[in-house]
């Protein structure tokens, strides 16, 4: 069962460019947010509404599988937000990094500061993730 938001429909932003779902992870604490279009200044909204709606979580995965592209402005609030989840202890990991997204992350360095995944699947099946807070180590 995949859900969003408090109206249980997938969100979207500016002409549809990004679809934020939350789907249900099967974890106590853990939640999969699955983005699907373009990260930007634009469309960002939908993705900080939903980290804001599960700011309780222990561990939010962001799988990435069907970002096509990220700016600034989508990196500034992952990386915003895996420091509010570090500074209360929980954590961010990242899934199916495509390689132009990745290339992102690889040059401005945040790639170093996040688990990565090869997939959602890989992420939820990593047992120690769920009480590994220490995600400094990067893959």
Request: glycine content about 8%; hydrophobic content about 40%; proline content about 3%.
């Amino acid at each position: 069962m995949e859900t969003v938001g408090r109206t249980e429909e997938a969100r979207t932003s500016r002409a549809d460019r990004l679809l934020v779902v939350n789907r249900h992870s099967g974890r106590p604490g853990t939640v999969v947010l699955a983005l699907d279009g373009e990260l930007e200044h634009d469309t960002v909204a939908p993705l900080r509404d939903a980290l804001e709606e599960n700011a309780a979580a222990v561990r939010v995965v962001v799988d990435c599988a069907g970002l096509r592209f990220c700016d600034s402005t989508g990196l500034n609030v992952l990386l915003r937000t895996r420091l509010r989840m570090l500074a209360r202890g929980g954590h961010v990991d990242l899934a199916g990094l495509r390689p132009p997204v990745r290339r992102i992350f690889e040059i401005t360095g945040a790639l170093q500061v996040f688990q990565v995944y090869e997939d959602a699947d890989a992420a939820l099946a990593d047992a120690d993730a769920d009480t590994d807070t220490d995600t400094d180590t990067g893959d």
